[in-house]
């Protein structure tokens, strides 16, 4: 009885990873519908975390996501990831307008062990998920209007021992000028601790 | 005036009085000569020779008084150069004289010039006038043929006016006839259905109508003649009009032609003058010729005048001087009285006789001397003064020095004392605590024969012995360690360190405060800094996926940039073809154009050109060199030179060869060398029917040429060594 409690409350390695990933699929696609990067049109609602999330329905973008996306969870189990930013910006100036930043923290033991578990249920931690996302898409409320043709870009900032992939590249970090930071709320899930703050270019 | 002089001054003035005199002489002999002067020249002679005249008597005037030879020798002075002026004037008399007859000889050139000019002018006049005469005459004609010809055109355009009108008379008369025959015609016509005899009688009116176009045909020829006529007549009116410009022309230059006449009068008018103005001139001359005469004899006198009141006031100056002279010397002789009086208070033994400035010197002489010896030997005082002085100090240096060793050895001494106490009480410790442990040991060794031997008493010992040599270091360490000497003042060090380690500790605790407040900041900047995005460069690596949607998306709008572009231009071209009126093909010609514009492909273009050009050349550069080895070494080894001609063409040349020109030419033909006949293949026939004529082998006939030529050389070669050598034995 007390064996199959614990196993009801356990979260493993790889299902937090997932979780992350989840987090990290749902809350990009939702900041490009919110911040109209791409046209609504291309988005369709799905049931998510007891939600319905806008994802996109644009090849091109389930293209690019999901081998980043993989190849992140990859190296989150590995506790290479520090943390994950999504750079907007102006596509005729090259411009960094707004920088969404994922920030990692590795909780639980220190070592990559793949057999260690959390205690996390995971309704909380779903819970704590929904309240983020939530509040992703309140931010549309006082972030600056994007008023020119924009795209996204993911950087990863890892570890420097990481093996790059042939897809892969080294980039030059991204900041804004004259920037203003909201820090969003954070969830956990006893293995993995996610900061989400979203950075952007001062009106004045 | 001669004799009875008794003052200086009273001479000079009637000196100058008789000059005056003179001068008015002068004046009016001068004044005489102008009345009866012929010329301006005999005037200046006669003048000098009553200047001569003057002379003497002057002479005499200032001869006659003189005492003193310094004023005769002043006098005799003023004489010379009186006679130099004179000399100088006649000089200048001779000079103006030349200068007049060049004067003379420059007014009549001027003169014949103008008569030749007036000549001149008066020929012109003459001739201006004669053509004056003939333009008259011709616009008299012109006029009374304008006239004719006007009279004629008119009463012409009369007539054809007239007859213009009759004629349109006439026409108009005949066509009324002919609408009426017509009328008459038709009618006739009309009756003619019914009856045929009227056919007759439209015969002869047809004939009436015939002959009525003639005599038409007739006036229009008439008509139009006439309108020639009045053509040729426009014409003859143009020309009119030309010949009336000209003649307005001809008006013209005959005006011009009548003021040149005024001016050929007015040039006569001067010239009739000329004569009195000659005249005139001629006499101005004389009097200016006078006046001049008349200024320079002024001049002479004011110059007299002139140093004459200078040697009065030399006079004056040295009257002024003489009474300075007189006042001092009554000056000097009351000093000299003073100074014979000091002289005999001096020197009391001394008569008055002896009373002269040589003795007062002797005496001041030898009072100077003794008052150089005095001071001689005061400096030599002062110099050993000064030396005493300089010892007095050294001593006194040295006293100094004394004292204070005196004062350090006292010092050393106190100290040493001190020590010696010190050492004693010590000392007396010490053996007091000797004497102590002797005691002890004593004791301890009495102890020891008393007990004997008590069971585990050698260890005992053994620890009692090990103290006692504990003991004994310790004795060894306070009587050499010398911080054991001031055991009094342990506890203030103990108090002051105390003191000094709770201040560091203050201090640590500030320090660590200060620090702490620090790290919190730094704490807090480095997480407003995380927020802003910044990260540990070292310890991390900034990852993307190359294939990402800002990349494409960029790229995107660069290609659609670049397309935009070369859309532009292209209308820009078809803009500008449009302008130039391109309507044929435009697109082509547009395309042709944003092709050679394409300014970019060009330039890389001719890059590509610029490298590839770089690339042949190397290649040349490599092919010569190559080519040149190549050929050196057939050379070498063949011992043929090969120079390659145009048109297939082989040149060899042997490498033994006795000439330049002994070569052989080969001519490369589908395939097959030919040889060609050249000067030097002549010389080898024979060798040539062998090798090419039978064994058909040019390396064959190459090889026995080379061998041949090497032979005869060598040949020559060892004749030449023998020749030496033999010349040599």
């Known amino acids: 009885m007390a064996t199959k409690q614990q196993s009801q409350n356990a979260i493993t390695l790889k299902g937090s990873a997932k979780l992350v990933m989840d987090y990290l699929n749902f809350g990009i696609n939702s900041i490009l519908f919110q911040r109209g990067i791409y046209p609504p049109e291309s988005f369709k609602t799905e049931e998510h975390f007891g939600l319905s999330i806008l994802v996109s329905t644009d090849s091109k973008i389930q293209q690019f996501l999901q081998p980043v996306l993989n190849q992140m969870k990859d190296w989150l189990l590995e506790q290479k990831i520090q943390k994950m930013s999504m750079v907007i910006s102006n596509v005729n100036t090259k411009e960094v307008m707004e920088r969404w930043d994922f920030k990692l923290q590795y909780e639980g033991s220190g070592d990559s062990n793949p057999d260690s578990v959390g205690n996390k249920e995971l309704t909380t931690i779903q819970k704590e998920i929904r309240d983020v996302l939530r509040q992703i898409c309140s931010t549309v409320s006082f972030l600056p209007l994007l008023d020119c043709p924009c795209a996204f870009d993911l950087q990863i900032y890892t570890k420097p021992d990481v093996d790059v992939p042939q897809e892969w590249s080294e980039t030059a970090p991204s900041y804004i000028a004259n920037s203003q930071e909201l820090q969003l709320r954070s969830f956990s899930t006893s293995l993995h601790r996610m900061d989400t703050v979203v950075s952007y270019k001062a009106d004045f | ?729």
């Open chain 2, 1 to 729: 005036m001669n004799k009875s002089k008794d003052n200086d001054q009273t001479f000079v003035i009637k000196i100058l009085d008789d000059l005056r005199s003179n001068n008015n002489r002068t004046k009016s002999s001068g004044m005489r000569y102008d009345t009866s002067m012929m010329s301006s020249n005999d005037s200046l002679l006669l003048s000098n020779k009553r200047r001569r005249s003057c002379s003497p008597d002057l002479q005499e005037s200032i001869l006659t008084p003189i005492t003193s030879p310094w004023e005769s020798r002043r006098i005799k002075q003023e004489l010379i150069n009186a006679r130099a002026e004179i000399a100088s004037l006649q000089e200048r008399n001779k000079t103006l004289f030349n200068l007049k007859k060049e004067s003379d000889i420059l007014f009549e050139k001027e003169k014949s010039a103008l008569e030749h000019n007036i000549n001149k002018s008066k020929l012109t006049i003459d001739q201006l006038d004669n053509r004056l005469k003939e333009i008259r005459y011709e616009k008299s004609n012109l006029k009374e043929e304008n006239d004719n010809l006007m009279k004629k055109l008119e009463s012409l355009m009369e007539e054809n006016r007239s007859y213009t009108s009759n004629l349109e008379k006439e026409n108009k008369e005949l066509e009324d006839k002919l609408t009426s025959v017509t009328l008459e015609l038709t009618k006739y016509q009309n009756e003619s259905a019914s009856r045929n005899c009227t056919d007759y009688e439209l015969n002869e009116l047809k004939k009436t109508l015939r002959s009525n176009e003639k005599y038409i045909e007739e006036l229009t020829s008439n008509l139009r003649k006439k309108q020639i006529e009045i053509n040729t007549l426009e014409n003859d009116q143009v020309k009119m009009n030309t010949a009336n410009q000209r003649i307005k022309c001809l008006e013209n230059e005959l005006a011009s032609l009548q003021e040149s006449a005024m001016v050929v009068n007015a040039q006569r008018e001067k010239l009739k003058r000329f004569n009195s103005m000659e005249n005139e001139l001629i006499s101005l001359r004389e009097e200016v010729a006078i006046y001049r005469n008349d200024v320079k004899q002024t001049e002479i006198l004011e110059n007299k005048v002139a140093t004459l009141e200078s040697k009065l006031n030399k006079h004056e100056l040295i009257e002024k001087e003489a009474m300075q002279l007189r006042s001092s010397l009554a000056v000097s002789e009351d000093r000299l009285k003073t100074w014979i009086d000091v002289c005999r208070e001096v020197c009391e033994n001394v008569t008055e006789t002896q009373c002269y400035p040589e003795y007062l010197r002797y005496y001041v002489d030898n009072l100077k001397k003794k008052d150089l010896l005095l001071v001689n030997e005061k400096g030599e005082l002062q110099t050993s003064i000064a030396r005493l002085e300089l010892k007095l100090k050294q001593m006194e240096a040295m006293l100094l020095k004394a004292r204070e060793q005196l004062i350090i050895g006292t010092n050393n001494n106190n100290k040493n004392e001190l020590t010696i106490k010190r050492l004693k009480k010590q000392n007396y410790i010490i053996t007091w605590e000797r004497n102590d442990l002797r005691e002890l040991l004593d004791s301890f060794q009495k102890e020891v024969t008393v007990i004997g031997n008590m069971n585990g008493e050698d260890t005992r010992i053994e620890v009692l012995e090990k103290a006692i040599n504990g003991y004994k270091l310790r004795m060894n360490q306070i009587e050499t360690d010398p911080s054991m000497y001031v055991p009094i003042d342990n506890n203030k060090r103990w108090i002051d360190e105390k003191n000094l380690l709770l201040k560091e500790k203050e201090e640590l605790i500030n320090k660590y405060k200060q620090l702490e407040a620090k790290c919190i900041d730094l704490n807090d900047q480095i997480d407003h800094r995380a927020l802003k995005g910044d990260f540990n460069l070292k310890e991390t690596k900034v990852l993307h996926f190359k294939m990402n949607p800002a990349s494409e998306g960029f790229n995107h709008y660069q290609n659609e940039l670049a397309k935009a572009k070369q859309e532009i231009e292209k209308l820009k071209e078809r803009i500008k073809a449009m302008q130039e009126g391109i309507s044929m093909n435009l697109t082509q010609v547009v395309d042709n154009r944003v092709e050679t514009n394409a300014s970019q492909e060009v330039e890389g273009l001719k890059e590509k050109l610029k490298s590839q050009e770089i690339q042949n050349q190397r290649l040349r550069e490599v092919f010569k060199k190559s080519s040149q080895e190549f050929r050196e070494s057939v050379y070498t080894l063949l011992g043929f030179k090969v120079d390659g001609l145009q048109n297939n063409m082989y040149r060899l040349t042997s490498q033994f060869a006795f000439h330049e020109e002994d070569n052989l030419m080969f001519q490369l033909n589908e395939g097959s060398m030919n040889l060609l006949e050249t000067p030097f293949s002549k010389t080898i026939e024979e060798m040539i029917a062998l090798h090419l004529g039978q064994q058909r082998s040019i390396p064959v006939l190459l090889s026995s040429l080379t061998i041949d030529l090497f032979s005869k050389q060598s040949m020559i070669m060892t004749a030449d060594s023998t020749r030496l050598e033999s010349a040599i034995n």
